[in-house]
Antibody, heavy 121, light 108 residues
Framework: QVQLVQSGAEVKKPGASVKVSCTAS????????IYWVRQAPGQRLEWMGW????????KYSQKFQDRITITRDTSASTAYMELSSLRSEDTALYYC??????????????WGQGTLVTVSS | EIVLTQSPATLSLSPGERATLSCKAS??????LVWYQQKPGQAPRLLIY???SRATGIPARFSGSGSGTDFTLTISSLEPEDFAVYYC??????????FGQGTKLEIK
């Protein structure tokens, strides 16, 4: 079964970091790009960055450039998104998604189930 | 950054009716427009890419049109499972990829 499975919900204090994982199964992980998208309460979907699972190249949204790191472990077919210096506005549902093609097409096809990150003191 | 504006915010229709959803871009994005459907508690689902190409497994009642700055998602005859929130997204001018604010399609 082709799917992306994300790690569980997290509660963090302001200023802390969070690392969310996204494990792929049912397809060749290194053939596709993985994107990270978040959805804050009442806000539109927001693209954060991507990683080429094959060569490890990354690209980040300028909004998160200073605080985000996306990595991958090909042996575990898993991508990771780490966001640092968390603030209350980072409270959101974080999704990973695979590209529809084998290129960096920006078409978000296969999605994980989402990971709720709550930032609260 | 390209801003996408969707209208209406909420659309109230009955099963069997035709739904027309709009997405307008702040500048031309050619045909690089994508549509998603999201139901409560679920991740978005890819429906249409490049303005008019249906993704794998998407029923023929969903169609997309438009180019430049004006785009439309049409659902020809609403099924009960089609009531959801619909988002558009541009992949023309990135980073960043950007999304519209969504249109909620609700049962009348």
């Amino acid at each position: 079964q082709v799917q992306l499975v994300q790690s569980g919900a997290e509660v963090k204090k302001p200023g802390a970091s969070v690392k969310v994982s996204c494990t792929a199964s049912g397809y060749t992980f290194s053939n596709y790009v993985i994107y990270w998208v978040r959805q804050a309460p009442g806000q539109r979907l927001e693209w954060m960055g991507w990683i080429n699972a094959g060569n490890g190249n990354t690209k980040y949204s300028q909004k998160f450039q200073d605080r985000i790191t996306i990595t991958r472990d090909t042996s575990a077919s898993t991508a990771y998104m780490e966001l640092s210096s968390l603030r209350s506005e980072d409270t959101a549902l974080y999704y990973c998604a695979r590209d529809y093609t084998r290129r960096i097409a920006g078409i978000f096809d296969l999605w994980g189930q989402g990971t709720l990150v709550t930032v609260s003191s | 950054e390209i801003v996408l504006t969707q209208s209406p915010a909420t659309l109230s229709l009955s099963p069997g009716e035709r739904a027309t959803l709009s997405c307008k871009a702040s500048q031309s994005i050619s045909s690089y427009l994508v549509w998603y459907q999201q139901k409560p508690g679920q991740a978005p689902r890819l429906l249409i890419y490049d303005a008019s190409s249906r993704a794998t497994g998407i029923p023929a009642r969903f169609s997309g049109s438009g180019s430049g700055t004006d785009f439309t998602l049409t659902i020809s005859s609403l099924e009960p499972e089609d009531f959801a929130v619909y988002y558009c997204q541009q992949r023309s001018n990135w980073p960043p990829y950007t999304f519209g604010q969504g249109t909620k399609l609700e049962i009348k």
